[in-house]
């Protein structure tokens, strides 16, 4: 059988699999808060892979696999970045959110910090501001529509790319967060799977393994092995590669992930939720080395982004639909996280909590609560429409475009996030406010408008860093260590 019969088998079955979830979701969801956060009703393994599912996404399976084609081994910062830095934010945050989701009631992280602050003019900045995710989506959308229009002959890239959202936004409208957890146990099987195999295949396909591509690399060009690369993007000094850590922790603090963790049954279980996401982490970044083999192989294709996808072609047709299938299902599963996340926002934030709340929008609390409902129902597909105007065009590197959301999300409102958590002296309003509007002002200028920072993920960090020294700054005038800690 032909790998394009197997494609189109093995992704009507992903697809039949992620409907089919959503539907049993539907059945489940009565309520935005139930589209939201599934009743907080999810077990810590469970929500353990639902929270990689997420977090690793198309950028993974391809975008950082085609930095490991582009730029060589000193990509590998991103694969220490996630996997230790992500952690420790991860172990620094998780316990404080989910504690303080059961104390303070509330569906998502602008109503958690909003109602930690008592701002509803922080609500809207941070919901607001939380709508930058959809670069993110776009670029999921992006990958997937590569993968399938270059494994499916006479597939366009367009016509993939509409599959795709219609595929996404049913399953999002249908099963909220159930589906985004429960498709994301399949999805997560697959990733793991895929990390495994692209690592240990370089044995099969080269006589000394990782050794001996790692040595055509560096004959090519020797900052393939090195500290540093000055053509990367990323990685071209000390000073980036400490942004890219530092954002990777950072990246700890997004909404899509930190919804898996309010969702949480019982808090006592964070730790067995931790443990899962270190595992299925630790496989899934195994699939970097593909770019690696890929760049000893052959050293002149295209575009980078499309490194993991020619190296599935070494193998049996079955092996390449799997490793597409799960840069579909990583790509999937992000998106979904994310758009659950901006809907939430715009029904609940800005609608029912802002705009009903304070009376622009005049009606009872008992029509508030439907409509909100009906809101969670149309979104999605609004939402996802937009993303996939932003790349009717495929981006050079589709790692870069999804960072642009995750780095201004985290301008914004990791500081904020953390100091009600681990430093409530320093906890007022003010300093909430001036912190998430100054983060997010620098990081836009210093990439968006000025360029003085090349690199998305380190403008991030940046931005991350205004925004705690403004925090601190701040909150040490303002505070007065007057207003105790809510969480």
């Known amino acids: 059988m032909s790998l394009r019969m197997w494609m189109i088998i093995g992704l009507s079955l992903y697809f039949l699999f992620v409907v089919f979830v959503g539907v049993i979701g539907a059945k489940k969801i009565k309520s ?7 009743g907080n009703s999810m077990g810590p393994i469970p929500l353990g892979l639902a929270f990689s599912a997420s977090f690793f996404s198309a950028a993974t399976f391809q975008g950082y696999v085609g930095f ?3 730029w060589g081994q000193t990509s590998l910062w991103i694969f220490l970045a996630i996997f230790g830095a992500s952690t420790l934010g991860f172990i620094a945050i998780a316990k404080g959110v989910r504690e303080g989701t059961e104390n303070l009631k509330v569906e998502t992280m602008a109503d958690w910090l909003a109602t930690s602050y008592k701002s509803d003019v922080l609500r809207c900045i941070v919901a607001v501001t939380f709508l930058l995710q959809i670069f993110y989506v776009a670029g999921q959308f992006s990958a997937g529509a590569s993968v399938i229009s270059g494994m499916i002959d006479g597939v366009s890239y367009k016509t993939a790319l509409y599959g795709l959202a219609i595929v996404t936004a049913l399953y999002v409208t249908l099963g909220g967060l159930f589906a985004d957890v429960y498709t994301s146990i399949g999805q997560m099987t697959i990733m ?15 006589s000394g393994g990782l050794t001996e591509a790692s040595v055509t690399i560096a004959a090519e060009n020797p900052y393939f092995i090195a500290v540093t690369n000055p053509n990367s993007l990323h990685m071209y000094s000390y000073a980036t590669i400490f942004g890219v850590l530092f954002v990777e922790f950072a990246f700890a603090g ?10 949480l049954k019982n808090p006592k279980d964070m730790r067995k939720m931790i443990i899962t996401w270190m595992v299925a982490a630790f496989c899934c970044l195994l699939v970097m080395f593909g770019g690696v083999y890929m760049r000893a192989l052959n050293p ?34 992000t998106a979904c996280g994310l758009t659950i996340v901006m809907t939430t926002c715009l029904a609940t934030d800005v609608f029912k909590k802002t705009l009903v709340h304070h009376g622009i929008i005049k009606m009872s609390a008992e029509k508030a609560e439907k409509v909100t409902f009906t809101l969670t129902r149309i979104f999605p597909s609004i939402l996802v429409a937009i993303s996939l105007y932003l790349v009717l065009n495929p981006p050079a590197f589709m790692g870069v475009m999804v960072w642009i959301g995750i780095s201004g ?3 914004a409102t990791l500081a904020p996030l953390m100091v009600a958590i681990l430093f409530p002296q320093f906890k007022s309003v003010t300093a909430a406010i001036c912190a998430a509007v100054c983060g997010l002002a620098f990081y836009i200028y210093a990439y968006l408008i000025s360029g003085m920072e090349k690199s998305v993920m380190a403008a991030g960090a940046w931005g991350v860093i205004v925004s705690f020294v403004v925090m601190f700054g ?5 505070s007065a260590k007057k207003t105790p800690s809510t969480i």
């Open 474 to 478: 701040v909150g040490y005038f303002t």
């Open 409 to 411: 999300v985290a301008s």
């Open 300 to 333: 002149a294709l295209a575009n980078a982004d499309s490194a993991l996808i020619e190296y599935s072609k070494l193998f049996h047709p079955v092996i390449s639909m799997l490793i597409s299938v799960a840069i579909i299902a990583a790509l999937m599963s």
């Open 254 to 263: 997004q909404p899509q992930l930190l919804n898996k963790i309010m969702a």
């Open 68 to 70: 490991m084609y582009a």
């Open 192 to 206: 793991m799977f895929c990390g495994v195999f692209i690592f240990f295949s370089g044995w099969a396909v080269f």
């Open 32 to 38: 935005a808060s139930d589209f939201a956060l599934a």
